[in-house]
């Protein structure tokens, strides 16, 4: 086998692989003879079929199978004896093969690059953290008794109010013609909620129990049903009944509601979920700022094929966005100026990756299998019901199981970063832990 550099620009190389002749004879030679051994072909004993028989069946498949091997061994040998670290797989052209002859190929391969991190001993960053109030916790309790509220009848003489459930019966025609489903006895309708078609709770605000009124609304132009797109139509509606929610009263029976054995002990525990809520929030925009510090301070060449993956599914992301009206600012933006811009996003977040991974590699950090089963868990969890699915499918998608240990090690690694880094804290207020740092700076995602 000749091996021959052709080719050397920046982290990209190309190679001239040879292999002679005689190499790929031998081998389709040993492959057909322990065929002969081995094969049963009728009129034949087991290891007595002549060699010319086995050729003319075989010789076609076996020679196929010795070039794909001949290709993936000393393309592996090639890399391999030169210290290679190949970023991606290795792109193989066949320049030239005749049956008898020499199989000549090409290799192209981008390399991963040499990476030496940098001080993070040097790295200062600011940890914003928050107080949890005993506003947030009451605010919390408050959702709590809502969500256990009951419903008792209005006694008092008065109007329905925004809030209040009128218990109606109604019918609905458009042009004078009734269409299913445009009727009911007895619903229960929120007033102010938003459920039914747009202006007609509001035009209930005001009504009283066993009063009749008649409500004109016009369904939006996007409305499901083809027939009442855009449709003006009439309600004739009887408020039978007004009833308002009342919520649970905020005491030792609603903490017992949540398996609480007292108030103050639902209180603590709400106060400790804000509480991990606020720290975990913490963490994201100090490591935000950690990223931000790593992107100024490193700036190597990175493999561009890496580069364009990620940028494809970035990209890709964005079309459906687009598509689905959730882009946001990007929707007015040109496409050139979209594509600049998420390439150097994809450039940035291929640059932290192989920093990280450098980091990790050399300080042995290392994801266990229990964390890997613990994240298992808990996307499994996300499918009630599907469980033994989930895990049927990330065990047998190696891909996907690295989906899930890829962030694991990232964040370990960010940790053991942090670790070493000049990290003060700096009390805010929840809003500003809270707020989106692109309204801040617009720096690009990480």
């Known amino acids: 086998m000749n091996i021959t550099e052709t080719s050397a620009d920046g982290l990209k190389r190309e190679y001239k692989v040879v292999i002679s002749a005689q190499d790929i004879e031998t081998k389709v030679n040993g492959k057909l003879e322990e065929l002969r051994r081995t094969v049963q072909l009728p009129g ?23 070039l794909e091997d001949a290709i993936a061994d000393s393309s592996r040998q090639a890399m391999g004896e030169r210290g290679l670290r190949p970023a991606l797989q290795p ?16 290799m192209g391969v981008e390399l991963l690059p040499d990476i030496e991190p940098g001080d993070f001993g040097s790295i200062e960053l600011e940890k914003p953290v928050a107080e949890v109030e005993d506003k947030a916790v009451d605010e919390a309790l408050e959702k709590l008794a809502s969500a256990h509220s009951t419903q008792a009848p ?13 218990v109606i019966d109604f019918a609905g025609t458009v042009d004078g013609e009734a269409l299913p489903g445009m009727d009911g006895k007895d619903y229960p309708l929120e007033l102010g909620a938003g459920r039914f078609v747009p202006g007609f709770e509001e035009q209930l605000v005001g009504a009283k129990a066993g009063e009749h009124r008649t409500v004109s609304v016009t369904f939006p132009e996007d409305y499901p049903h083809e027939r009442l797109k855009g449709a003006a139509t009439v309600f004739e509606v009887d408020v ?10 905020v005491n030792d029976e609603l903490a017992k509601e949540f398996g609480m054995e007292s108030l103050q002990a639902l209180r603590d525990a709400i106060r400790d979920r804000i509480k991990s809520e606020y720290a975990n929030m913490s963490r994201l925009r100090v490591k935000r700022q950690l990223l931000d510090k790593l992107a100024e301070t490193h700036a190597f060449e990175v493999p561009q094929g890496m580069v364009d993956i990620e940028f494809e599914g970035i990209w890709e992301r964005l079309q459906q966005e687009l598509k689905n009206g959730t882009a946001g600012e990007d929707a007015n933006k040109p496409e050139d100026e979209l594509k600049t811009e998420y390439r150097t996003i994809a450039e940035r977040r291929v640059r932290l990756g192989l920093l990280l991974s450098e980091v990790g590699r050399r300080n042995n950090v290392q994801v266990t299998q229990d964390e890997v089963n613990r ?27 690295e989906s899930l240990r890829a962030p694991i090690f990232e964040d370990k690694v ?19 832990l809270m707020k989106d740092p692109e309204d801040e700076n617009g720096a690009a995602a990480a």
């Open 44 to 66: 034949f004993r087991p290891g007595k079929v002549p060699v010319a028989v086995i050729k003319q069946r075989y010789h076609g498949s076996v020679l196929a199978e010795v």
């Open 414 to 432: 960010v940790d053991f970063i942090l670790e070493l880094a000049k990290v003060s804290e700096k009390t805010v207020s929840v809003d500003e």
């Open 154 to 166: 209005v006694t008092e003489d008065r109007p329905a109010e925004t809030g209040d459930i009128a």
């Open 375 to 401: 994240a298992l868990i808990n996307e499994a969890r996300r499918f009630p019901g599907q469980e033994r699915e989930v895990f049927e499918f990330f065990r047998q998608n190696q891909q996907a199981l």
């Open 91 to 106: 792109k193989i052209n066949v320049e030239k093969y005749e049956d008898g002859g020499d199989l000549t190929y090409t």
């Open 240 to 249: 039978k009944e007004l009833r308002k929610t009342v919520p649970a009263e």
